[in-house]
């Protein structure tokens, strides 16, 4: 029954067919909205600061456009002033959404638990999803309306010219999009911290460096690519991929580089960022492992597409540079991954497991559940594949590639690509062995990381010094001592392409075998580890049942006693089970 109409709508669409299903699901979203988010605009609605300090933004943004249109106007042609104001506009409209959209959105969930409503919202019976996107869908509509109101002043470059209808929509576009990634995120952290004023601060610490870091990277620092591969696109320009896609002639690469990867790069992000929304609005006996595996699973697969797409469309000579980059930006996903799935609890609880056997659960989706060496499992299994899906793409666009050296950078890449793996190998193994062994979620990954960083960074120091204290001629041969760290992988491509590499590939394949040997013990002692926590366990809980039984059970013979000194009837004495 839909509170806003008072009635009830369909139980599900008429047709299966695909049309039926999205119109099925526009109608019911009319006739019953997310409750969450109808709340949260009626009380939004209430406040009279939301119009004020609406106008007062766009007021100083029409300022500062206006100012810098009067002063360009003077020595620039119209065209050149139209470009400039483009760039600024939507340069200070990112930096607006990327720190008022998680603000926004870090004010949400923890302000109930702050202000102890939290577990009335609890107590309606809504579930977490459906919380988790009224709450998104509540910060989103109050960050579109900065945007809304600022888009008058975005079309003034258009008026002077140099940009297009076309360039200004798409950019306005990708603006929403940013949106939608900054809420989440700030939801995210929201959903993970007990204090509202505690969630704007670590929100706002971590916002600002990360969007700092993607406009240099992903903005300025990506324009001189697109300019080498469409002359069109204006070098250091951090605004340049609507103009990519009014510029830039259509073919393979457009829709690669301008469609397929800007859709995944918004979409993944955002669905891992509800996946941990709802795990953290989860209770600690619930399943919250399966939506973040769900997306380790599906997100896997479009990152090694496209990091093959570069090694495929790279010149001849670049491929091992490519190959080296693609393995190296999975990797680092991988270990991200990692430090996530650290999260995981030693073994699913009684309450999951009864849900599993209520719905008849697959093993499948049984082996997504949480534990903690069922996310080593799949993380080696899914890892090591991508690894050698990856490496031998990248070695056999390298051997075929028919540049010079050819077998030599091919053999880089293999060499490359095995260090990678055993040491992605070790990483799993460490942390299920630091996870089963430490208590809480935070020691097990600080330990995980300090580890890491140890042994990153200690063998160069004691390289450097083994290096100092050589002569000039075993200089380079001295550093093999740093053949424990994963950065020595790097060191070892250049001993490939020599004529003599000496003892550095010995003792980078030795540190490999060595990786992949101490992965393993760490896994076994992990999985042993975990097996006497979850007996233990077992028994605890079995030993529960019984005291309750036996208590039942003498309870039983209390009143049976009772009755038969007052004349009853046994029989007639309702049981334990019956009078509950």
Known sequence: MSAQTGTAPPSGPASQRFVDRARFRVDRLRAQPNPIWIRELKQAARLTRTPVVLSVLTVLATLLMASIGG????EASPAKTGVVLFQVFFSLAYFIVTVIGPAVAANTIASEREGHTWEAVLLTGVRPQTIARGKFLAAYTGVGMYI???????????????????ETLVAFLFLFLVALLSVAFGLAISSKMASMRGAIVVTLLLAFPMSIFAFSTLGVGLSFAAHDAWPAVARGAPVWLP??????????EYVIFLLALPIASVALPAWLLYEVTVANLTSVTDDHSFGVKRWFLAALPVLLVACALPIAVTRSGDKQAAAIAALSTLSMFLAFVVFMFAGDPVGPSRRVTLQWDRQGASRLRRFLGPGVMRSAALLIGAGVAAYGLLGAAGALAVATSGAPGAASKTWGVALFLAYAAGFFVFTVGLAAWLRARSGTTLVTRVLLFAVLFAVAVGPWI????????????????????AAPSPFYAFFMLDAVGRSDPGSVLI??????????????????????????????????????????AQEDEEAA???????????????EEPSPAVAS
């Open 243 to 252: 103009t990519a896609y009014e510029r830039a002639p259509f073919g393979i």
């Open 71 to 74: 002063l360009m106007a003077s």
């Open 557 to 571: 013979a209390a009143r049976a006693g009772a009755a038969r000194a007052f004349g009853g009837d046994p029989a």
């Open 507 to 548: 003792a980078g394949l030795a540190a490999t075998v060595g990786w992949v040997a101490v992965g393993l013990g760490f896994l076994a002692a992990g999985r042993s580890r975990c097996a006497r926590i979850i007996d233990d366990h077992e028994i605890a809980l079995a030993e529960s049942d019984r005291r309750l």
């Open 148 to 166: 809304v109101m600022l888009a008058p002043v975005g079309a003034l470059p258009f008026l002077f010219g140099g940009v297009t209808a076309l």
């Open 462 to 481: 004691v390289g450097a010094i083994a290096g100092a204290l050589a002569d000039t001629g075993g200089f380079r041969d001295a550093f093999v001592v």
